[in-house]
């Protein structure tokens, strides 16, 4: 049995949820894309934005490109409290739980976007406790807090 499934989401549009209990650290699924090089990104007005959702870097050399319809893995939303992190070996990534997760629960990871200008544009409807109201890495959501406090 496939430890996921996909169902229409709560946070947004389809999502992947775990159809057993899963212990940290679990390889969940592969994130399978086209493997590209660096140089063919940076020349690539589709990846011209920090917010490419499904690419990843793998190395000093390539990205992998996930945006196909077989990388199920793609459906997966962005949480502010996510159980699940992107990671692999060599040219291949897998989706990892990084938290016990229960049966019926609904995977998630940090999408990783950067803070700027057009933030409002990626809002986030993850309802964890921490939902900083917009999908942004977590490394910079003190950058919102703060500009929360200036208005
Ligand atoms: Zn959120």
Redesign the pocket.
């Given at each position: 049995m496939k430890p996921y499934i996909v169902k229409r989401s709560k946070i947004d549009n389809l999502g992947l949820y775990a159809t057993k209990n899963i212990r940290k650290g679990t390889r969940i699924i592969e994130y399978k894309g086209k493997v590209i090089t660096v140089k063919e990104t940076e020349k690539n007005p589709k990846y011209d934005n920090g917010k490419a959702i499904y690419l990843f870097n793998l190395n000093k050399r390539y990205d992998l490109d996930g945006d196909f319809k077989f990388n199920t893995a793609r459906l997966i939303n962005h949480?502010?409290d996510p159980n699940c992190e992107v990671y692999g070996t060599g040219l291949k990534i897998w989706v990892h739980a990084i938290k016990d997760i229960s049966k019926g629960e609904e995977f998630s990871y940090d999408y990783g976007f950067n803070f700027d200008e057009d933030y409002k544009n990626y809002p986030?409807?993850?309802k964890?406790k921490n939902?900083?109201?917009f999908i942004v890495r977590e490394g910079s959501r003190w950058r919102l807090k703060k500009k929360k406090k200036q208005k």
């Open positions: 949480s502010c986030c409807r993850c964890s939902c900083c109201g």
